[in-house]
């Protein structure tokens, strides 16, 4: 086979054995298979640190994390002066050593995907997803860390780092069994493809990714360049509408250290917001919020309150923090009632609004709203779940059934630190990582209520088609996508349950909207 193109003049040090990836050229032939790299290569970064970081905190702790902080100039002298080996051999046992593997699953399956989409170069996507028939990522980080990713976004085998474990296999025991570099790429390569027939295309941006390009067709190096175009989200095989992990940034080392030395002046902080606006009479907060630092920024025109022969609203909001019924009720400057299709008794006991249960018996339910209703306006979210995406999961049609009196509202919230929501965290702490973030932001866009031919009672429309409605409503406000998803998908994709808040005769509301699309 005739060698490949010459690489430019002025490439790169240790390109000059393989060409540049801007050389591929899609038409030249048509390439089937292909082996790259993940870090630096098919990732624009090449430090693999700010994923071992999210393990070390999200299925570790905040101690656990800081030790691999303040182990990151060793490894790095580790990595430059001894080995890569050594390196990864060093990381490993910080971030693994004791954690049990199902954590350790659970943030690969929920936590990492997002930060590891969002690094995606656009070229080498392109070079590796056009390699439709088989596609293998060969690295140096740990399986478990990055299968979940390379399956699901590229679609790819993955061959990675493997790592020891112990007590029947429940916990890691920090060590490895033989890092994942050089030669040991090859052999891994060379397995893969046993029948003989090696990758048309290989991929890497290291010297010790030669030895696997050496045994492919065609090899591409790729050069470093953190600024390289990222591949648009909609071209990946998968989107992640569902993640977890307190952290809203990838973290670099410089954002890792300000996310812990933040973390106990956030968390004061945090404790002043909440404990200083509780004082508050609730039409002021709106003030206070912002000698707090707190932006609030309310549009839209809001109900008129409730008085006597004027019962209430039915504020209909899609789901961002478990704020969502508190901010209305700052925004409105009156109290409001929260109700809700599943709630702990602990939670009831610690809002500071009313919250109530529905039973879901249908009539029963009515009946209470419209006592509710009559006392003054009810919040209610019914994706019954957060999303933090811009998308907005399945609305439940029980509130539809309930009332006429429908507003809706849209919810955006900003969050520049941490999240304020979690499935595998604990939830009484939500509110408090919220208010932690230096500049917490919400905005309440107070939208039309329901015209009487829109509703179930005056209009005769099903509740599905009500609550459909309201959910495009909302979504157009905010730019954002509707979908089918539901609360049990994501507690199933994020928590291996089904989220629920298990309660005599309780159950999941199933019915399904029609005409609302699906995330792969």
Request: glycine residues 8%.
């Amino acid at each position: 086979m005739a060698a490949p193109p010459p690489p430019a003049a002025a490439a790169p040090p240790g390109c000059a054995r393989f060409p540049p990836v801007h050389h591929y050229d899609a038409s030249a032939r048509p390439r089937r298979t292909a082996a790259a790299d993940l870090d630096g290569t098919l990732l624009a970064s090449s430090s693999a640190f700010p994923y071992y970081f999210l393990v070390a905190l999200e299925a570790g702790s905040y101690a656990r994390a800081l030790a691999l902080l303040l182990a990151a100039p060793l490894l790095l002298l580790l990595y430059t002066a001894v080995s890569e080996a050594a390196a990864i051999a060093l990381l490993a046992l910080v971030t693994f050593a004791g954690l049990r593997v199902r954590d350790v699953e659970a943030v690969a399956r929920g936590v990492l995907p997002r930060h590891y989409a969002a690094g995606v170069r656009a070229d080498t996507w392109a070079v590796f997803r056009g390699c439709a028939a088989r596609r293998v990522v060969v690295t140096a980080s740990p399986a478990v860390m990055v299968g979940e990713f390379v399956r699901e976004f590229l679609g790819a085998e993955v061959a990675g780092t493997e790592l020891e474990t112990c007590a029947g296999g429940a916990r890691f025991t920090g060590r490895i069994r033989a890092a994942l570099v050089g030669e040991r790429k090859r052999e891994v390569v060379e397995r893969l493809f046993a029948g003989g027939d090696m990758p048309d295309v290989g991929l890497g941006d290291r010297e010790s990714d030669h030895d696997f390009m050496a045994i492919c067709k065609e090899a591409y190096m790729v050069p470093p360049d953190r600024r390289a175009p990222r591949a648009a989200a909609d071209s990946l095989l998968s989107r992640a509408v569902f993640h977890d992990g307190r952290l809203v940034r990838r973290p670099d080392p410089a954002q890792a250290l300000f996310a812990l030395a933040y973390l106990p002046l956030g968390f004061l902080l945090a404790l002043f917001r909440v404990f200083f606006n509780l004082m508050i009479p609730v039409r002021l907060v709106r003030h206070t919020y912002r000698l707090t630092g707190i932006h609030l920024a309310v549009r839209g025109t809001p109900p008129p309150a409730p008085r006597p022969g004027a019962p209430g609203s039915l504020l209909v909001c899609n789901h961002r923090t478990a704020l969502d019924p508190i901010i209305i009720s700052v925004a409105l400057g009156r109290p409001v009632t929260c109700v809700t299709y599943s709630v702990s008794r602990l939670s009831t006991a610690i809002a500071p609004i009313r919250a109530v249960a529905l039973t879901r018996d249908r009539r029963a339910d009515a009946a209470r709203m419209a006592a509710l209703l009559a006392e003054g306006d009810v919040v209610v979210c019914p994706e019954g779940t957060t999303c933090r995406e811009p998308a907005l999961l399945r609305f439940s049609a029980l509130f539809a059934e309930l009332t006429d009196r429908v507003v809706p509202v849209a919810l955006d919230a900003r969050q520049g630190t941490y999240y304020g929501s979690t499935a595998r965290g604990w939830k009484w702490l939500d509110p408090y990582f919220f208010y932690m973030n230096p500049r917490p932001g919400y905005e309440v866009t107070f939208l039309p209520a329901l015209r009487p031919e829109e509703t179930c009672g005056g209009g005769g429309r099903s509740a599905v088609d009500v609550a459909n409605h309201v959910q495009r409503i909302i979504a157009k406000e905010l730019g954002f996508e509707c979908t089918a998803l539901t609360r049990k998908d994501k507690y199933m994709k994020l928590a291996g349950n089904d989220g629920t808040v298990r309660k005599a005769g309780g159950r999941d509301d199933d019915d399904a909207g029609p005409g609302a699309k699906k995330f792969a």
